[in-house]
């Protein structure tokens, strides 16, 4: 049988997210997301990055109501759920235990079964949320706030890493610059927007110097941090004067890097159905970027609409229906937290 998201027995899932600074829940009946709720930690923002300590007790506060949410928008009570998904990893440890033994302790109490999904790999299934009908293989980037990696996707249980990055993610050299310029965490979405009124070739900086497909990005980010340096000296209202085409330069040196790789990888592995996913494929620029590189290559293109780009429990819930639908269940036992080399 062609796995497919359409290919649907009467299946309905409870998914929980928890991996990092984000409670989130969705229910998924018969392969569409019938709910999907998020609560974010604003906390973090004065601390310029997610604090751990925190994060697991955010998530201990917010785990009841948002699932409770999730359960009420989609008018499922509990007993109707077939199964519940948790994410496995990878993560920060005391957010994935919250998330993962509440879900545990709810499969024991309702006697149902328990599916454990890889948050990457649910970043890579994320499209097939609204794309049901993507052909397998499609290439994949992946790029969040932890990781950069590009995938060849040749069914929901088979992914292949063809590169990835041997420091920084790409969400992290946008959270890194935008802390630099004295923007707060995540600096991500503040470069986007700053970056849209500002000119993208306005300064230039040295791009990873990797081989094959994977990707580096601490020199850049070093670059960057002594072109700030150097320019606040001589005028210590550069970054305030300039903002907006610093922005939009390191946007763009950004950009330009991914989707060389991603050009690459294509041709390569002669695969002409891309996709982005993760965090930063939020991103206008790369959105837009994209598109017009996938016109100039004949490519088919699969971009997840914005909520389903950032952390959310939907793809969770859409990983899971495959691994429920393949009787690839975890056990209540199971205490190990995925990575995404295995
Ligand atoms: O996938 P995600 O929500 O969490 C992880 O799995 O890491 O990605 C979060 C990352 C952060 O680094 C954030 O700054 C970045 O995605 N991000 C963006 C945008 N929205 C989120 N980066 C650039 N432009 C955006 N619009
Ligand atoms: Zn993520």
């Known amino acids: 049988m062609q796995i497919n998201a359409k290919n649907v027995q009467n299946i309905t899932l409870l998914a929980i997210e928890s991996s990092c600074d984000d409670t989130a829940a969705s229910i998924i009946c018969n392969a569409k997301i019938v709910s999907n709720v998020i609560a974010n930690q604003d906390i ?7 604090v751990p300590e925190l994060a697991s007790r955010a998530h201990q506060k917010n785990i009841v109501p948002v699932v409770d949410m999730a359960l009420k928008q989609a008018n499922v009570s509990l007993d109707a759920i077939d199964g519940i998904a948790y994410t496995q990893g990878p993560g920060l440890l005391g957010s994935l235990l919250v998330g993962s033994s509440f879900a545990k302790g709810l499969a024991l109490a309702l006697n149902k079964p328990l599916v454990a999904v890889n948050h990457l790999e649910a970043h890579v299934l994320s499209l097939l949320i609204d794309s049901p009908d993507t052909p397998f293989p499609y290439l994949c980037l992946l790029v969040s706030g932890g990781h950069t990696e590009i995938v060849k996707v040749n069914s929901p249980s088979s992914m292949e890493i063809l ?11 946008f959270d890194k610059v935008a802390k630099i310029l004295g923007l707060p965490y995540p600096g991500g979405p503040l470069i986007d927007s700053n ?51 610093i922005c939009a330069s390191v946007q763009q040196n950004i950009i330009t890097y991914l989707l060389s790789k991603l050009k690459q990888a294509a041709l390569q592995t ?3 159905h891309i996709a982005i996913a993760g965090g930063v494929s939020a991103n206008l620029g790369l959105r837009t970027e994209f598109l017009k590189m996938a016109k100039d ?16 429990a939907a793809m969770i819930a859409m990983a899971a229906h495959f691994k429920f639908l393949d009787h690839n269940m975890a056990s209540l036992g199971d205490g190990s937290f995925a990575s995404f080399d295995r």
């Open 297 to 312: 290559q004949s490519w088919t293109t699969y971009i997840p609409k914005l909520e389903y780009c950032t952390d959310n």
């Open 44 to 50: 973090h923002q004065q601390y310029g990055g997610v």
């Open 163 to 173: 590169g990835r990055t041997i420091d920084d993610a790409a969400g992290e050299a």
């Open 195 to 245: 970056a849209k009124n500002g000119d993208p070739h306005c300064f230039s900086f040295p791009s990873g110097k990797v081989p094959n497909l994977d990707f580096s990005f601490s020199g850049f980010k070093t670059a960057v941090l002594y072109f700030i340096k150097d320019a606040v000296k001589k005028d210590a209202t550069f970054v305030e004067q300039n903002l907006s085409n």
């Open 270 to 272: 002669k695969i002409k």
